[in-house]
């Protein structure tokens, strides 16, 4: 069974920064796509940022310039660096591992908030 964990969401003011974390468990990781994605209140859930299994990446418009997705194979983990962050970007983020069949997996979510 696969578990995937956020970390690193809390209280920034606009204009900071923060790091998220996605821990996934199993051997398995190096094979499955990432996805972030955020909520936040009375919105639908949407894509952040994306990377496939080779380190392809891709980003929501709103997010581009500012958020970079990366992933380390060796520690099982996901990160997003979120740069310049605007009040607009509170969200509760989800991480999401999944494969290119039925596979998929979400995280319990961290909740960002960005205001002064």
């Known amino acids: 069974q696969v578990q995937v964990v956020e970390s690193g969401g809390g209280l920034v003011q606009p204009g900071g920064s923060l790091r998220l974390s996605c821990a996934v468990s199993?051997?398995?990781?190096?094979?499955?796509?990432m996805g972030w994605y955020r909520q936040a209140p009375g919105k639908q859930r949407e894509l952040v940022a994306g990377i496939t299994s080779t380190g392809i990446t891709n980003y929501a418009d709103s997010v581009k310039g500012r958020f970079t997705i990366s992933r380390d194979n060796a520690k099982n983990t996901v990160y997003l660096q979120m740069n310049s962050l605007k009040p607009e970007d509170t969200a509760v983020y989800y991480c999401?591992?999944?494969?290119?069949?039925?596979?998929?997996?979400w995280g319990q979510g961290t909740q960002v908030t960005v205001s002064s």
């Open positions: 999401k591992a999944y494969d290119l069949g039925d596979f998929h997996s």
């Open positions: 199993g051997s398995i990781f190096r094979i499955l796509q």
